[in-house]
């Protein structure tokens, strides 16, 4: 995503009351338990915690209950993706181990 898409999102977000963050989060919930919306969700997530601070979110009617059932789907997200990276590093090291996959040099280029 561009970093004006980001500053776009971020400039809509900000303007919304409590109660519409609350309803936010609540989407993000809903969103963050589906595989095609999860990065959606987590992006929005971010963009939520980077403009509220922990006070306000803390102060939001009802958010210990969105929270609580943000973070299991948020774990099982992270860990898959923690174990996508760890795999890529094994790939390479494999790879590289078996003389397959070698950095191009200004001389091969050339060739």
């Known amino acids: 995503m561009s970093v004006d898409a980001k500053n776009q999102?971020?400039?809509?977000?900000?303007?919304?009351?409590m109660d519409e963050y609350r309803l936010l989060l609540e989407y993000v919930r809903e969103w963050n338990t589906k595989p095609k919306l999860c990065h959606v969700a987590q992006f929005v997530l971010f963009q939520v915690f980077?403009?509220?601070?922990?006070?306000?979110?803390?102060?939001?009617?009802?958010?210990?209950?969105?929270?609580?059932?943000?973070?299991p789907y948020s774990q099982r997200h992270y860990s898959r993706i923690d174990r996508l990276e760890r795999s890529t590093f094994l790939l390479d090291?494999?790879?590289n181990g078996m003389s397959i996959v070698e950095p191009e040099t200004e001389q091969k280029r050339l060739l």
Do not use: W
């Open 50 to 71: 980077s403009i509220l601070s922990p006070t306000e979110i803390v102060e939001m009617k009802g958010v210990g209950e969105l929270l609580e059932r943000l973070i």
């Open 9 to 17: 999102v971020k400039t809509a977000l900000g303007v919304l009351s």
């Open 93 to 95: 090291y494999t790879l």
